[in-house]
């Protein structure tokens, strides 16, 4: 699984690879993706969104679910961003992130509840 967002402790977001307990930087760049993470969560209109907003989408083969709000930023327009490179259902990546203990680990630090 892969991330885009701040690690647990610091502000600043970055791509990283999940594994197990632990974050990898990636050092892969937008460029390398058919979407723009930062872009994501979309809303319709411009409308304001709070943090613990949770959207899902899959595109061009990747499934992606996008949580406005960061575990570590406090900074507004701060996101956690999800994603894999295959199509699962959304009940699916959202059982498959909160399995993955890192990837829950983020979730549980976050000052606010996700609204999947």
Known sequence: MKYYG???????????QLEG???????KSFECYPFNPEGLPFIKGGEAVSNGFAAFYQFAGFS???????????????????FVEKEIG????????????????IIQKMPFEVQW
């Open 21 to 27: 307990n632990q974050l990898y930087r990636d050092r």
């Open 6 to 16: 701040t690690d647990l402790d610091s502000a600043g977001h970055y791509f990283w």
């Open 90 to 105: 959304k009940e699916e990546f959202k059982a498959l992130i909160l399995a993955t203990p890192i990837a829950s680990k």
């Open 64 to 82: 992606i679910y996008a949580i406005e709000g960061s575990c570590a930023d406090k900074r507004r327009a701060s996101k956690s961003i999800f």
